[in-house]
């Protein structure tokens, strides 16, 4: 969800940031470039040859800004070396901690590698300079002289993810002021980077992105004018590329013992990382058919802390273990591994039940780059046509852009709540429940839903629901409106058996000369990939300031900025 103008103005440079769970990376186009060829579009490549680095943060003890990328991963190496890093912070994978959260607050805190909390906001925020500041650097070493006003930014996040977490994710980038709210979109992670004209109009095809956290499938059809539709709302999961090296964690744990991990993982953190860089680099490159052993390099000093633990040697350990025989053997410094162990099967079936007529999948994001995922697939669904995309994981960044410079090119989205705003009439002595009366000053209200959009619902990107919201007092100078979410199609009240609130619009009201007699029409459009809105002063016809604030600050206390809603709300 986001509060900003509804009205888009075109920039001259549109920069994509894809945030990822495992990888980060950037890439811009400018609008000159764009009309003459959409698909020249600039990605960054860092020296070590990747297209985008790893998610990682560095900070010192003070919460302080250190490094970011594969200079966090370096710089952290080198201070495990020296025993120095007990007083840095390190965080890897952090994304996953948004997923699925309803809860989420601005006071939501995320662990370190050496288990201490820090708030997510200072976390996200931090990352998000350091790529912001990549940006700016790279646009200055081209001549690339733009004003802040004239560049689009575009921040993708997962299609699965929820609006809590959309908008945490806007409230760290406008916090730092990576841009103004308007010029600021959240680009969900399925557009392609395919020329339409290959598809003809009607045609519906199926784009599953496999990122680092994620899986996120989407269905789109092919709509006149070369324009997309939702068919049904995105599916996925935390099935992504981490899952994998969790699962080898696991494994290692398994096979090594708990008390014999623990220790390596924390007293050697170095070789800890070295060993899950190895594995990444080695998972993508994993056959399904492959028939010969997957060697995983095994640090000496694992070797000696399981000896020390155990009293034994760990290739005689393996060696009698009937568990893992002829799955594990171990060869000097090499762990070599049946591939049968670490394989991945993705089941898409259930998610093709419903969708028999789409008849290509396009896999897309840093897991679809892996030679196991693309012959799973491609062997679970023998009747599909499977596109893999070329550096699938730049894909999504270069549709970022793509959407950035064309963002209508998605016309319809099926809305996965039922969104509305709480509004207040007088209370019905015997037909409302006690538990949603409301007292303001000696006369009895009650706190209803007011809908504005329903869960399943197809709605167009051009689609406009407003409200008339009345002030309540006479010299009220700001609005706040409660924004509700629900499972329901029809909620009535604005209990937390029927939805659930999810942050408060709040909208400036300073001209009190009118006393009751105000109004300001709340106008919101659910056709895009958050929710955009926007207020006007009914009197005087201009444009009033919004905010948005994520849940945390909300009170369930009466305050004088409240709203009365009239009856003839929701006019298309």
Known sequence: MAAFNIKRVEKLLVVAIDFGTSYSGYAFSCKAEYIQNPLRIFAKHWPDGYSKTPTALLLNHNQEYVAFGSDAETKYAELTSKNEHQEFYYFRHFKMALHAKEDLTLEEKIEDRQGRHVLAIIVFMHS????????????????????????????????????????????????????????????????????????????????????????????????????????????????????????????????????????????????????????????????????????????????????????????????????????????????????????????????????????????????????????????????????????????????????????????????????GTEGMRYFIEGHDPEENKIMVDGQPFCKVFVKHAEIGQTVSSDKTFMSEMEALTAKMTSMKIPVLISQKKDPVYTSKQECRQLGNIRVKMLNTTGGLDRKVIVSMVFGDSELNVEAVDATSGETVAVSFDLLGNASDTWREDQTFVSLNENKA
């Open 128 to 419: 998000i300079r350091a790529l912001k500041s990549m940006i700016e650097t790279d646009l200055k070493d081209r001549n690339v002289h733009i004003k802040e006003d004239e560049i689009s930014w575009i921040l993708t996040v997962p299609a699965i993810w929820n609006d809590a977490a959309k908008q945490f994710m806007r409230e760290a980038a406008v916090k730092l002021r990576v841009s103004t709210a308007k010029n600021l979109s959240l680009n969900a992670r399925r557009r392609v980077k395919t020329e339409l004209t290959t598809l003809k109009e009607g045609t519906k095809f199926m784009v599953v992105d496999m990122g680092g956290g994620t899986v996120d499938v989407t269905v789109r059809e092919v709509a006149e004018g070369r324009r997309l539709k939702e068919i049904y709302v995105a599916t996925g999961g935390a099935w992504g590329g981490t899952k994998v090296n969790e699962n080898f964690m696991n494994f290692m744990e398994e096979l090594l013992g708990r008390d014999v991990w623990y220790k390596f993982c924390t007293d050697c953190t170095l070789d800890t990382l070295e060993m899950e860089a190895r594995f990444e680099r080695k998972k993508r490159r994993i056959g399904l058919n492959s028939e010969e052993k997957v060697v995983i390099w095994l640090p000496k000093a694992l070797r000696q802390i399981f000896k020390e633990v155990m009293g034994k040697r760990l290739d005689n350990e393996i060696a009698n273990n009937t568990g893992f025989e002829d799955k594990v053997t171990i060869r000097d410094d090499k762990l070599m591994l049946d591939p049968e162990l670490i394989r991945i099967v993705e089941h898409l079936q259930d998610l093709l039940l419903h969708t028999t007529d789409v008849g290509t999948l396009y896999l897309v994001g840093g897991f679809a780059e892996s030679p196991l995922v693309r012959e799973t697939i491609r062997q679970k669904f023998p009747g599909k046509r499977i596109v893999c995309c070329d550096d699938a994981g730049l894909c999504v960044l270069q549709g970022a852009v793509l959407y950035g410079h064309d963002p209508n090119i998605v016309v319809t989205r099926i809305c996965r709540n039922t969104y």
